[in-house]
């Protein structure tokens, strides 16, 4: 039996994939806001954004929400977070992956969480201590205990263009040592990957909490373990995050260590992040 919460998120991630899947055939007519360097925002992300909070404010009138488009309301211990579109460049060129992300965080830490792809009709559920599902069925991440055959999901920091020096240095490290990378344009996704063993292992930098929230529970719920990427437990706040299997973490830090930069880890610290 799910949670009472989480199956509010999943009534909400189904209305907002109903409604992408609604318009996905007329994104060209669709008004778009370029919001930085390859980060937009369209009518369509505003549009998911309010469903959801809709359904939220509903059920739970006494909650915090904080979305991607709209930015925060309320002030409450139960902090639900929400990426209307996790790959709105995808969804705009008609590339078909893409989510819907909405977790819920009670006093700092991720109780339940969501993530829906439209196009495929696949739901990614989990809640703390009751295992992760895609469409009902337990997943797990995968046995992978060496990055020699392992497939990694990445993501280049966009938001933080500083940062691809050490980015493409832990790409190079990693790269040299495992199977291959994807690249899909989709954090959730990924993370979501991760957790039924689609993907081995998972990094990134820079990301916001709406970005990883629901994924990283998926991860941890189906056995994985989620960390920042200097080991350390920070991945909500400072957005660099790693997530693998037990045995496969630690080659991946291994590899990622080296190219830590001092504004990286000051940023891990919580210290305003050096360039």
Known sequence: M???FLNT???????????LMKYRDRVDSIPVERKA???????IDRACEATIRNELQRRYGDHAIVGEEDGRSGDSDHVWLIDPIDGTSNYLRGIPHYAISIALVVKGRVEHGVVYDPTRDE???????????????????????QLSGAILGAAFPFRQRRL????????DALFEQAEDV???GAASLDLAYVACGRLDGYWELALKPWDVAAGALLVQEAG????????????????????APF???????????????????ARLAGETERS
């Open 164 to 171: 691809m020096p050490a980015y493409s240095a832990m790409f």
């Open 224 to 243: 994985g373990v989620v960390m920042d990427i200097a080991g350390g437990d920070r991945w909500l706040q400072s957005g660099h995050i790693l997530a």
């Open 37 to 43: 360097r390859g980060d937009y925002a369209s009518e």
């Open 247 to 265: 045995k496969l973490i630690t080659p991946m830090r291994r590899a990622i260590e080296p190219h830590l930069t001092d504004g990286i880890r």
């Open 2 to 4: 799910t949670h009472p």
């Open 182 to 184: 994807r690249r899909a």
């Open 123 to 145: 739901l990614f559920a989990a809640s703390r201590g009751q295992g992760a599902t895609l469409n009902n069925r337990r997943i797990r991440v995968s046995g992978r205990a």
């Open 9 to 19: 998120a999943i009534e909400a991630a189904h209305k907002a994939g109903d409604l």
